[in-house]
């Protein structure tokens, strides 16, 4: 198996998918997801805080899916580290949002050449949970 990566930014969605792909080398996420029988996925759905539904979406997804929201909280001067402590169930959401994205593109782009900060407002399906999360002290980066 591959070496592994302990970035706790990405959350527990994230970590949780990637476990699970290791631990199943050349075999897709959603294979392993759709080997798995209703009630260990349901199981596996519950411990994350989300639907077995939603899993097999994140599933589908692939590990990666929401990597651009931690490096968006950044872009932002968000730390998304505080925010995942203090605000688990948002930052959850905040990943299914980011992995279900249709401007993935767009957002790369603007992480890129540093537009992001104005511009994510116009496709972001988090930009109004990353206002508020802009607003809060506690939350922003030192």
């Known amino acids: 198996m591959g070496q592994t990566t302990n970035d706790h930014s990405r959350g527990p969605l994230a970590r949780i998918v990637e476990w699970i792909a ?3 080398e050349g075999a897709s996420e959603a ?4 080997a798995l029988d209703e009630k260990t996925i349901s199981e596996i759905a519950h411990d ?3 639907s077995p539904d939603q899993l097999v979406e994140l599933a589908k997804a692939g590990p990666h899916a929401a990597d651009e929201m931690p490096k968006m909280m950044r872009a ?9 402590l203090r605000f688990r169930a948002l930052f959850r959401d905040m990943q299914i949002n980011c992995s279900r994205c249709h401007a993935k593109r767009q957002c790369r782009t603007d992480l890129k050449d540093g537009t992001a900060p104005t511009e994510f ?5 988090n930009s ?3 206002n508020v999360l802009r607003a ?5 980066q030192h």
Not at 136 to 140: A, T
């Open 76 to 84: 932002l001067l968000i730390d998304p580290t505080e925010v995942e």
């Open 128 to 130: 109004d949970d990353l």
């Open 136 to 140: 809060i002290p506690e939350v922003r």
């Open 48 to 50: 994350c805080g989300i």
């Open 22 to 24: 290791r631990g199943w």
């Open 31 to 34: 294979e392993i997801i759709a």
């Open 121 to 125: 407002v116009d496709y972001c399906a």
